[in-house]
């Protein structure tokens, strides 16, 4: 027996996890760049450790909990995070340095797949983009954490012991789950492996998939490239880089706080269309005007822009694949993954080769790709 208001606060506390995760190695990367002597391509290669460990926990999460549940892999997915803060926070070694962030993206990647499939199967249809829009919003109040105080404490502390501490933190919470009861495995007689493989020839969750692989995209470029885009072009201290990136994670929570309203009174395809509308105007600023107020008022609004995808995809997916959806979901975030993964490695090659004033450009040619993603997604439910 498991109560669903204690299962929805163990789903957020393990979103907010993910949340730290995202923004751990973009916030302190200046700082990391200057221990170790990175030059734009060795930013580059250590950034793409981060989503390759979240590639392996979204690819590892969905089989596993629809076989045997959530609670345990849920228990042990933080325990990756909380430790390879610690560990990131201690390591002197680049290639610890390395193991450390591998292991954050692994806990990370099962906690956002693991947490999301959760709230779709506690929650009935009508509620179910509500829920996972707020259940989203955690993750925004995660990935401000380590920015935030990072920002305010900078002048106290170092990196190191912020890192510590939030890491700690984490372990600490992992005791409610442990005292908490968790939905049955909904495939307990054992996983139906050709049912998972006949999935892969599904067009809905595959074109519906490519939204995400180019929304995690742009996501992990304003979380990983941001600080150093406008260190570089804007000219703003590490500080003033911070403060303005936080405003990327504030218009995303707001907006999935407010998204959690919205989904009962409009339409899924309006709502994703005018967000990623606004994340374009978000883009346009940062590209035009590259000033700390511009870059603050292009966070706000590329995060606000970017916060409906996640819920409204996954909204979609949860409703026609109930029976899978921890499987669903796995494929799903796999493939945005390797978004998340060839573009920022990509990126990094534009900054070494060229210039990091391609950033924006970057991040609008996702968005135009989601759009005519979403719009083709759609077709087959007119007809």
Known sequence: MYKKLAVFIAACMGMSFFGITMTSLGSILPRVSETFGLNQLEISELIVFL???????SLLFGPIVDRWGYKYLLI????????????????????????????IGLGGGVLNGLTNALVSDITDDKDRGAKLSLLGAFYGIGALGIPVLLAFLSKLYDYQTILQYIGFF?????????????????????FPLMAGVKLLKQPLLLILSFVLFFQAAVEGLGNNWT????????????????????????????????LSVLFRKIGERRLLFGSILIALTGCAFLLF????????????????????????????????????????????????????????????????????????????VSLCAMIFLFALSLRPKKK
């Open 227 to 258: 600080t150093t885009y406008l260190g570089s072009v804007a000219n703003l201290s590490k500080e003033q880089a911070l403060f303005a990136f936080t405003f990327l994670m504030i218009g995303l929570t707001a907006a999935r706080l407010l």
């Open 289 to 364: 005007v590259p000033t700390y107020l511009g870059a603050s008022v292009a966070m706000t609004l590329i995060g606000f822009g970017l916060a409906a995808t996640f819920p409204v995809v996954f909204g979609i997916l949860g409703s026609a694949y109930a029976s899978l959806s921890g499987t669903v979901f796995s494929i799903a975030l796999v493939i945005a993954l390797l978004g998340n993964t060839s573009v920022n490695y990509l990126m990094g090659v534009v900054a070494q080769r060229w210039s990091i004033g391609l950033y924006p450009v970057l991040m609008i």
């Open 51 to 57: 989503p390759i460990g979240i590639l392996f926990g």
């Open 76 to 103: 042990i997915s933080s325990l990756f995070v909380g430790l390879g803060l610690v560990g990131m926070a201690l390591v002197h070694n680049l290639a610890w340095m390395r193991f450390a962030i591998f292991s």
């Open 170 to 190: 984490i372990l600490l919470c992992v005791v409610y789950f442990f005292v908490i009861g968790f939905p049955k495995a909904k495939q307990a007689q054992g």
